[in-house]
């Protein structure tokens, strides 16, 4: 490792134990993620229903992007918005890495902006006027997807700092960038079918057009049920191209690290039963939210191996520097406060939305 690429530590500290921002950055990222998955699984599910649907508006497919571009009218609000405070962890934990990889990806990083700001006003061009405004706002998560998995990787591999500062695209050659693309947006997809599924079942089981709502829950489970297999394919792969000084360390790291991803896979294969027992979701309600429940939990263990996986990374930097610790308790309780009052006010909300439900095919 080239020491002189590493900046040196803020000065200032670190705000609190180092132990309590791993914890919060994990909780917030599995807010964000949950929200996430909703935006961009659920806006390149809608795209390639729309393509099925081929026109006809009374047709399945037609009516499930509809319901899926309607949940991302507050989805994507709130996927930024809970966005915002894992990437402030990031930068508590990790600013020696997390700005340098931001700085060597500069205008790709700068140019996230610019696709957000598209992929969400594509969103509600495509509600107002159709059209093609549908594929531009999945190509526009897509590609941000793609920009967030690049600067993670960059962040925590700091030894390929110098081939990146000269071409900046050498990142999509790491052996692990496809398969972390491909991962996050199978557990998207999976997570957003879910979701329009459970409702769908919702609403056939209130007997809101019944016939319809049949065929949108059978069609987005069998969409959840393809992309878990995938998933599962697919982390197996990612393990696999792990670097070796990381592997090893996550098979070595006793229940630490062996628990959560044993937990992680033994969730993926029961849901993968759960998925393959419902024939007829209608006629199963309870295992479809259960599986919902399950696939919520996997992505909230899957999290926390993600972030050990990155530390393991991140170690024989780290372990180099030992930052101070100047505690500011009194920032800290302001923003728990404003966390449970946010958090509180999306319950109140969603459960809102599910209680008082809008009319017609584009409710949510």
């Not at 929200?35 to 795209?47: D, E, K, P, Y």
């Not at 159709?130 to 531009?136: E, F, Q």
């Not at 591999?157 to 052996?175: F, G, H, I, T, Y």
């Not at 399950?294 to 996986?309: N, S």
Request: net charge positive; glycine share 8%.
């Amino acid at each position: 490792m080239n020491a002189d690429l590493i900046p040196a530590l803020d000065p200032a500290g670190l705000p609190g134990p180092p132990w309590l921002f791993h914890i919060l950055l994990v909780f917030t990222f599995v807010l964000h993620l949950v929200f996430m998955n909703l935006t961009l699984g659920g806006t390149l599910m809608a795209f390639a229903a729309h393509l099925r649907a081929r026109g006809r508006s009374r047709d399945a497919n037609a009516v499930l992007a509809s319901r899926l571009m309607g949940v991302n009218t507050y989805a994507i609000s709130l996927a930024i918005t809970t966005g915002v405070a894992p990437l402030l962890f990031v930068q508590v934990l990790y600013q020696q890495t997390f700005y340098a990889a931001t700085l060597l990806l500069g205008w790709i990083w700068f140019g996230m902006l610019v696709l957000l700001l598209i992929g969400y006003y594509a969103a509600y061009l495509h509600k107002s006027f159709r059209g093609p405004w549908l594929g531009v706002s999945a190509l526009a998560f897509l590609a941000i997807a793609m920009v967030h998995v690049a600067v993670h990787l960059v962040h925590a591999q700091p030894d390929s700092w110098s081939e990146l500062a000269a071409n900046p695209w050498r990142v999509l050659a790491d052996p692990t960038y496809w398969p972390r693309l491909a991962h996050f947006l199978l557990a998207a997809v999976s997570f957003a079918a879910l979701v329009a599924a459970w409702w769908a079942v919702r609403r056939a089981r209130a007997g809101d057009d019944v016939e319809l709502n049949t065929r949108i829950a059978t069609m987005a489970w069998r969409w959840a049920l393809s992309a878990t297999v995938l998933q599962m394919v697919d982390g197996f792969i990612l393990l696999a191209v792990l670097p070796k000084p990381v592997l090893l360390g996550v098979m070595q790291g006793g229940l630490a690290t062996l628990g959560p991803l044993t937990v992680s896979i033994v969730l993926a294969i029961g849901l993968l039963v759960m998925l393959a027992r419902a024939g007829n979701p209608v006629g199963q309600p309870g295992l479809v939210s259960g599986t919902l429940a399950a696939l919520t939990i996997t992505v909230g263990v899957m999290a926390i191996t993600r972030h050990q996986v990155r530390v393991l990374y991140l170690d024989p930097m780290t372990s180099r520097f030992e930052a101070a610790i100047t505690p500011q308790w009194g920032t800290f309780s302001l923003f728990v406060v404003i966390l449970l009052v946010g958090l509180t006010t999306v319950f109140v909300m969603l459960r809102r939305v599910f209680t008082n439900p809008a009319e017609g095919d584009e409710a949510a």
